[in-house]
């Protein structure tokens, strides 16, 4: 009878319509955790899918984060007191100067004292007190908003280190800045293909920094990044990113979540590469498994095919539907014909979601 084909059809569009979605969305979860990237829902695919910009941030997410120490310059302490202050105060931050510090001071084996009142403050520095002293260690603008008196024989240091481009720390205690630690956070060696792959997907692309404008020009120009913002605390890089999305669409954000996690939470696509912290596991939408920084390209292609097979799904069972219901409204469909066609385009649909299984070993390889 003609009310049950109609309800027969109905139904066949409702699960072909299910497919198309639900079939492609999950057989992309797939590849993702295949390669070992944690992705928070489906609906983050659509959302990788349509980003039109992507920002990264700069320590432990473009360089090694794992830095080492060059130089220290002292003023009235010696440099063992200085290097000894401040690792033993840095053994309470998880930033990635910190580790340099830490692992500088125990090859000179320094031995280091448990700090106590410890104070983090993200894209500054640090303070807590280190065998009674007050000790800060930080970068130089907010050491000295810290009332910290900046010799004059380190502050023209600091400036020509800052305007070189190298990261260098203050280490401060009783009053003033008593040394300066000169750090290398090398650039990772497969940073500039990932970026170059992703500005081929025709993704623009952002450095957002807490360091100095020479520091970020000199990262950005390596990793070949078209534009950069520095001196951003993390609530300047949200307040950034929600402007940018606001005027011109979707924005993801690429960075350690070891002091930027608020900063992920606020971008469309929130991306924690490089780290294992809860916080970041927490807060970002795609986890990329540590050093999976050159899986990104793969990961927006992978997004957008899954997109693409969406569309073509849902195209395909409204076309096949939509003949269907048309054949019968004019009798010209028999009801046998009718459940072989209502098969057919489910088929049809299952088999274009399968052909994203063929996408497991387009991964993107460019570790040198
Ligand atoms: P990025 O945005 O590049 O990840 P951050 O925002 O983490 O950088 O930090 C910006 C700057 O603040 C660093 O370059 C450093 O000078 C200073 N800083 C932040 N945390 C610490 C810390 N624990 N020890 C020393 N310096 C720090
Ligand atoms: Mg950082």
Redesign the pocket.
């Known amino acids: 009878s003609s009310s049950s084909l109609s309800l027969l059809l109905v139904r066949a569009c409702r699960s072909d319509w299910g497919w198309a979605g639900h079939g492609a969305t999950a057989l992309g979860m797939g590849q993702f955790l295949h390669r070992g990237c944690i992705i928070r829902g489906g609906e983050v695919q659509e959302t990788l899918a349509k980003i039109r910009r992507i920002a990264f941030?700069?320590?432990?997410?473009l360089t090694k984060g794992a830095t080492s120490l060059i130089k220290i310059e002292n003023d009235d302490a010696s440099q063992e007191e200085v290097l000894q202050r401040a690792a033993s105060l840095?053994q309470h931050?998880e930033?990635?100067?910190?580790h340099g510090?830490i692992s500088a001071a125990r090859e000179r084996n320094l031995r280091l004292t448990n700090p106590k009142r410890v104070q983090?403050?993200?894209?500054?520095?640090?303070l807590g007190y280190v065998e009674g002293d007050l000790v800060a260690?930080?970068?130089g603008e907010?050491i000295r908003e810290q009332g910290l008196n900046l010799p004059s024989t380190l502050s023209e240091r600091l400036l020509n280190y800052e305007n070189s481009g190298q990261?260098a720390?203050c280490v401060g205690w009783s009053g003033k800045v008593n040394g300066l630690l000169l750090l290398d956070d090398l650039l990772l060696p497969e940073a500039r293909a990932t970026v170059q792959a992703l500005r081929s997907l025709k993704l623009q692309t952002l450095l957002?920094?807490?360091?100095?404008p020479a520091?970020a020009q000199r990262i950005a120009e390596s990793a070949g990044i078209e534009e950069w913002q520095a001196g951003?605390?993390?609530e300047e890089?949200s307040n950034f990113l929600a402007q940018w999305s606001k005027r011109n669409g979707c924005v993801a954000m690429v960075?350690?979540g070891?002091?930027?996690g608020p900063v992920l939470a606020s971008a469309e696509v929130g991306i924690a590469v490089g780290t294992a912290t809860d916080l970041a596991r927490e807060t970002a939408d795609l986890v990329l498994p540590k050093g999976g920084l050159n899986l990104l390209p793969w990961v927006i292609t992978l997004a957008r095919a899954v997109r693409r097979t969406i569309l073509t799904n849902l195209l395909w069972a409204f076309g096949y539907n939509v003949v269907a219901i048309t054949l019968a409204v004019f009798g010209l469909l028999q009801p046998i014909l009718a459940a072989g066609l209502m098969a057919g385009s489910s088929l049809l649909v299952v088999f274009n979601s399968l052909r994203l299984e063929q996408f497991t070993d387009q991964a993107v390889d460019f570790t040198p």
């Open positions: 941030d700069k320590t432990g997410t840095e931050s930033h990635a100067l910190a510090i983090a403050f993200p894209g500054s520095g640090i260690v930080g970068r907010w990261t720390v957002l920094t807490g360091d100095l520091v951003f605390s993390p890089k960075g350690d070891l002091n930027d």
